[in-house]
Structure formats: structure tokens, C-alpha cells
């Protein structure tokens, strides 16, 4: 008799699977992104000085794979039009080795540490955020001036460094306006980078190698990799420590703080206040 009891079908727990299934696949809300940035930011914001100096000059000198990626490419790759676009592919690799390794790259923190300040507009997270700034762009700038060094010697193939040369005065060579406004779109690319990332979850390889391609196969301006490129430059007698810093280095850093803090660190912002007001 026991056997012909019908017993009532848990709903309830049918009903929490279900959600359960419906939250692991859907996207992650813009203010929970937000949230999770901001966190990061103000963890970066503690580090000391010492380890954003030596978090930064690991991050320049590992942004030399890019340049060095991009002519291996080019060394080999046949004479085509298509090969530019190959080629580019090397240009992750320094963002690849930096942000997989979680090292301090400048551009990150154009995003990262801006939103601590504007979740709580005080004198002294300002100051904050201009001490971690300075800090990890000297010590970018540091390491791509070392990774330059090494550029000039047996480290590198004599093979590789038409290409390197080749990249370098491309890179250094558009001019102060026109690298400002090519910074700009570097700027937003990093910073959709880095908005991007807790989504991403394990398919964060792809998606640093897609947004860093875009930069390299736009032809932006991008202040560390290009730093590598302007210091090889410079510590070869190729270029001068003048039009390095007034045509290439300022514009290029004002570009990509326009483009990852004025543009899209704003609008990323300007879409969740009214979200995390409420809470």
C-alpha cells in the first residue's frame, strides 16, 4: 500500500536549481564589476613603495616581449599583406606575460585605482592615486629603459633587430598630435581590458590577447610598449631625449590617461552610480 502513496513533488528545490543554473549563466551585473574593480584598486592602493618599484620594473621589462614578439613575427613572416595582421599577434605577448602575472602596468591603473577616488571623492585617496601612478610609471619606464639595454646586446639576435628598428621608429615617429590621439584609443582598449577581466574568468588569455591584438593592429600608441621601443631608440643614439619626451612620451601618456580615465573609466562609472547609490 505504501507503494501507491503519491508524495508531493519538492517544487522548492527544483526552483533554487533552477536559479541557481540561471545565475551561473548569466553575466555578471555592471555594479558587481564595478565592485570587484574597486577592490583591486584600493588593495593596490596599500601596497608600499617598494613593491609597486619593483612590481613595476618587472612589468617594463616583461612589456619588451611585446616589441621583441612582434619582430620575431615580422623577421619570418612572408613578404603579404595578410602578415601584418599575424605579425600583431606578437605584441600580446608582453600584455600576456604583465597581466597574467599580475605586475603593476600603468595603463591598468588609469582604471583600477580611479575607482576607489570616485566611490569617495577625498584629498587623500587622491594623493594616493598620484603616488601609485608615479611610482609604477617611472618604474615602467625603468624597465623598458633595461629591457632597451639588452636589446643592444648578444641577448638578442642580430636577426631580430632590423625588425625591432623598424617597429621603434614607427612607433616613436607619428609626432606629438598624432600620438595623443592614438594614445586615446589605446587607453579605452586597456581599460575595457581590465573591465572586462572579471568576466572573463578562464578565458582571460583570450581576451588579453584579443584586446591587445586590436591595440597593435590599430596602429595605437601605447606608453609602456612604446617606451620599450622609444628607449631602444635613445640608448642607440637613434633619437634624441627631446623629441623622445616631447613628441612621443607626453602625448602618448596623455592620450591613454584620456582614453582609460576621462572616457571610459567615466562611462563605466556613470552606468552603475545610480545602482550603487541605491545601496
Do not use: C
Not at 17 to 35: G, H, N, R, T
Not at 162 to 169: D, K, R, V
Not at 202 to 212: D, S
Amino acid at each position: 500500500m505504501d507503494s501507491l502513496i503519491i508524495r508531493p513533488k519538492d517544487t522548492s528545490r527544483d526552483e533554487e536549481k533552477k536559479e541557481d543554473k540561471v545565475k551561473e549563466a548569466s553575466p555578471l551585473p555592471s555594479a558587481l564589476i564595478y565592485e570587484i574593480i574597486r577592490r583591486e584598486g584600493e588593495e593596490e592602493l596599500e601596497r608600499t613603495n617598494r613593491s609597486l618599484i619593483w612590481s613595476g620594473v618587472a612589468a617594463g621589462l616583461m612589456m619588451s616581449f611585446s616589441v621583441l614578439g612582434e619582430a620575431i613575427f615580422r623577421t619570418y613572416l612572408p613578404d603579404a599583406r595578410h602578415a601584418y595582421l599575424i605579425e600583431n599577434i606578437g605584441y600580446s605577448f608582453g600584455f600576456l606575460l604583465v597581466i597574467m602575472g599580475r605586475l603593476q602596468l600603468f595603463t591598468e591603473n588609469t582604471i583600477t585605482t580611479v575607482f576607489p577616488f570616485l566611490a569617495n571623492p577625498k584629498y587623500a585617496l587622491f594623493l594616493a592615486t598620484m603616488r601609485l601612478w608615479t611610482i609604477v610609471l617611472v618604474a615602467n619606464v625603468v624597465g623598458a629603459f633595461a629591457a632597451a639595454f639588452v636589446m643592444h646586446t648578444g641577448a638578442i639576435s642580430e636577426e631580430f633587430r632590423p625588425a625591432i628598428q623598424s617597429l621603434s621608429e614607427h612607433a616613436t615617429g607619428m609626432g606629438g598630435w598624432e600620438s595623443f590621439l592614438r594614445g586615446i584609443p589605446a587607453g579605452i582598449l586597456v581599460a575595457a581590458l581590465v573591465w572586462s577581466m572579471p568576466q572573463a574568468s578562464t578565458g582571460r588569455f583570450f581576451v588579453i590577447l584579443a584586446f591587445t591584438w586590436l591595440i597593435a593592429a590599430g596602429d595605437f600608441t601605447h606608453i609602456i610598449a612604446g617606451s620599450v621601443e622609444m628607449a631602444y631608440l635613445v640608448t642607440g643614439g637613434d633619437l634624441s631625449p627631446g623629441p623622445a619626451l616631447f613628441s612621443f612620451f607626453l602625448p602618448v601618456l596623455a592620450g591613454n590617461i584620456v582614453g582609460g580615465t576621462a572616457i571610459f573609466t567615466m562611462i563605466a562609472y556613470g552606468q552603475v552610480v545610480d545602482e550603487i547609490g541605491r545601496r
